[in-house]
């Protein structure tokens, strides 16, 4: 839904990301390779089912995932057709 960088790092950034029935935080270090403007309404894949942990004192509930390039840069791994927000494999 939104992002924006974490202030006093490089990396970290806070997104605000839609499961469908809930909403959620989560941080990830991928600031170097994706801007906030990139990623707002960007469809990502999460792993939803993770204990929160705290971060540079924000509370992360997920984490994203991401191959890293050839350019040792983090990738997003993200569906190739649309789905809706909080699908999960059954």
């Known amino acids: ?4 960088r974490v202030e006093g ?5 806070k997104l605000a990301v839609s499961l469908g ?3 959620r935080q989560i ?6 390779a994706y801007s906030p403007e990139e990623l ?3 469809e990502i894949v999460i792993v939803a089912n993770l204990e929160p942990r705290i971060l ?4 992360s ?6 191959a890293t390039g050839e350019d040792g840069l983090p990738v ?5 057709k649309a789905v809706e927000p909080g699908i999960s494999l059954k």
């Open 27 to 32: 941080l990830a270090g991928i600031g170097r």
């Open 21 to 23: 029935a809930e909403d």
């Open 40 to 42: 707002a309404g960007k």
């Open 76 to 80: 997003l791994i993200h569906p190739e």
């Open 1 to 4: 839904m939104s992002a924006e």
């Open 61 to 66: 509930q997920g984490m994203l995932l991401a």
């Open 56 to 59: 540079m004192g924000f509370e």
């Open 9 to 13: 790092s490089e990396k970290l950034l």
